[in-house]
């Protein structure tokens, strides 16, 4: 059984900076992508941003392409998502996900989800 837990999650204002955690449980990352969702109340989750299993391919939304940055540490199992020049429009709930092979873009069909990390951009 595969555990994400995130941290990192907060109140940050317009324009800063957040980096988010992704701790995962065993050594996964030579068979799983790993990759962020977002979700605000009443809105489905969208994809944020993957990796694929072998960390050398990256993936992004448009929406936050040139801001966001997903990178691994395979030594500390960990996956981390560098935001900046952050939007009102990225508040959001964050969700760590894993797949065997590759993060699909649709949250159906992705295997393990975190519980998820609070970010608010404030004004």
């Known amino acids: 059984q595969v555990q994400l837990v995130e941290s990192g999650g907060g109140l940050v204002h317009l324009g800063g900076s957040l980096r988010l955690s992704c701790a995962a449980s065993?050594?996964?990352?030579?068979?799983?992508?790993m990759g962020w969702f977002r979700q605000v109340p009443g809105k489905e989750r969208e994809f944020v941003a993957a990796m694929d299993w072998s960390g050398h391919a990256t993936y992004y939304a448009d929406s936050v392409k040139g801001r966001f940055t997903i990178f691994r540490d395979d030594a500390k199992d960990t996956v981390y998502l560098q935001m900046t020049s952050l939007k009102s429009d990225d508040t959001a709930v964050y969700y760590c996900v894993a797949n065997r092979g590759v993060v699909g873009r649709s949250p159906t069909g992705n295997d393990y989800w975190g519980q998820g990390t609070q970010v608010t951009v404030s004004s």
């Open positions: 065993g050594r996964i990352f030579s068979s799983f992508g």
